[in-house]
């Protein structure tokens, strides 16, 4: 098995020097993956930023909330008053509660096959063309008030950019889309260009542009900054640990950030930020007493998710109120936490359970569940998905013996499936009413930000890989098939959600 740590040659995209040299230089100075990246997310995730309808994403409402307050200083929960029990939110503009009444109303009151599920596009264009009111009122988000104010900074940037500029509800609402695009195209477009040297590149383009991935990307959510970080960990850790190359300054740089930054994104990924202290420390630059800094930034991180997690607590006590009205008050995480500590058996029933009956919808959600409009992705983007994923499998790097050696992948993947344990168990707490049938709230999307790191454990363990009658691993034309295959899965995906939602 190879395992040196020189760099191989980049995709070549073309041998013809006269008219496509200026194409094959930037492809060789970035990375034929990061300009693919830079090209095809920037279309499709504005184009979902446009044609998804406001407020239609995934608890895009209570996002939105949780942005604006962040926009306006708002760094800790709130807590609200609500007859119906604990609840937290903030004020927002009467303008745009309005624009959030009316999607609400329309997403949850849609005709059966073939209507369209938009009844009015006309009523969108009447309450995005309002000004934003200074008038505000009250709104409810306990969900998203546990969130930290760092993964709505994007967004938050995005409110104040558009309040500034004068724009209507609308113009605002669509700025604060576009800016968490470009925090999402910045950070992994980072992530990609470190391994512009590396076949691997395209594992990580795989999975940067599934379409679940840009969806969020193109809609206001946590979930876009959080998905950038994991991303961007993921591929200076395949970097680093899995290839073997050493990270230049600024990718150490970026990457103890993100350690510290990723566990205050979402919980359930921190344990991803800390596999910092599993690479070597001179991959990352550092020697003798130097080779602490990373244990610094893994503890710091740690603390400041064990911090933040304490001042979230009390919003799992108004967490019930996502349920229908007859499970309110039975969502109890203390109750719960007491039953897995007591009743082990029990849980691991439940869980059973679990994927006995959703782990389809789960493996669905992974490529697309496309917001409230509950769209599931069509079954050529699927497929195409997944051929992209089988072959950038196929012509990724020969992972290092030397530095990914058995004890550190044993690591890493027993790491990736803790933070698999840790979605069912969040979810469970905090989601889930005491004694029902099984976890709840489970989506395939929240595995998106650890494929990277279990694909990359099974190619440490799997050493097949493509190559052509000389033996050689191809590149040009299977970096062409995983695009290809990628961009017509994005294509596929953009016509069914606009079939099924605008008609």
């Known amino acids: 098995m190879t395992t040196t740590s020189e760099p191989e040659q980049t995709v070549e995209l073309s041998k013809t020097p006269a008219r496509k040299a200026p194409l094959r230089a930037v492809t060789q100075r970035f990375g034929a993956a ?45 807590r609200i008053v609500d007859d119906r029990g604990v609840a937290y939110g903030g004020q927002i503009p009467v303008s745009v509660d309005e624009l959030m009444g009316y999607a609400f109303t329309d997403y949850n009151d849609n005709p059966d096959e073939p209507g369209a599920m938009v009844a009015d596009p006309g009523g969108y264009d009447r309450l995005s063309s309002a000004e934003i009111s200074s008038t505000t009122r009250q709104m409810w988000f306990t969900n998203t008030a546990a969130y930290s104010p760092v993964p709505y900074v994007p967004a938050a940037v995005g409110i104040r950019l558009g309040e500034a500029l004068g724009l209507n509800v609308g113009g605002m609402y669509l700025l604060t889309r576009l800016a968490g695009l470009v925090a999402y195209l910045t950070v992994v477009g980072f992530g990609l260009y470190a391994l512009r040297e590396r076949r691997s590149q395209w594992l990580v383009f795989t999975v940067a542009v599934l379409p679940i991935a840009l969806f969020q990307a193109g809609t206001v959510t946590a979930d876009t900054l959080t998905n950038a970080l994991a991303i961007m960990v993921s591929a200076l850790l395949l970097k680093a640990l899995f290839v073997g190359d050493r990270l230049r300054p600024v990718e150490t740089g970026a990457l103890l950030a993100a350690t510290i930054a990723l566990p205050l994104s979402k919980p359930t990924y921190v344990l991803l930020a800390m596999l910092v202290v599993v690479v070597p420390a001179h991959r ?40 229908p009205p007859h499970q309110w008050g039975q969502v109890r995480p203390g109750d719960q936490l007491k039953g897995i500590l007591s009743h082990p058996l029990d849980f691991v029933h439940t869980f059973g359970e679990s994927i006995a009956l959703r782990d389809h919808r789960w493996f669905n959600q992974f490529f697309g569940e496309l917001g409230f409009a509950y769209v ?21 790097d020969r992972m290092s013996t030397a530095t990914a050696t058995v004890r550190r992948t044993l690591i890493v993947g027993l790491t990736v499936l803790a933070s698999v344990a840790m979605i069912y168990v969040t979810l469970y707490m905090s989601f889930t009413p005491v004694d029902f049938y099984i976890i709840d709230g489970v989506q395939g999307r929240y595995f998106v930000p650890l494929a990277i790191m279990g694909l990359a454990v099974l190619a440490r363990f799997v050493p097949v890989r493509l190559a052509n009658s000389d033996g050689e691993i191809p590149t040009r034309g299977t970096a062409i098939t995983i695009a290809s295959a990628s961009t017509v899965a994005l294509i596929a995906t953009a016509a069914t959600y606009y079939t099924v939602v605008w008609g």
């Open 284 to 323: 990352l630059g550092f020697t003798g007493k130097r080779k602490i800094i990373p244990w610094i930034f893994a503890v710091t991180g740690g603390v400041l998710f064990l911090a933040w997690t304490k001042i979230a607590a009390p919003t799992g006590e108004g967490m019930g109120l996502m349920r």
């Open 34 to 78: 990061t300009v693919a990246f830079a090209v095809i997310a920037t279309v499709f995730g504005a184009l979902f930023a446009v044609l998804t309808p406001a407020f239609w994403g995934h608890d895009e409402i209570t996002q939105f909330g949780r942005a604006y307050q962040v926009a306006h200083g708002g760094v800790f929960p709130q």
């Open 376 to 396: 599931d992705v069509p079954a050529l983007s699927m497929l195409a998905c997944l051929l992209a994923l089988a072959v950038s499998f196929g012509i990724s």
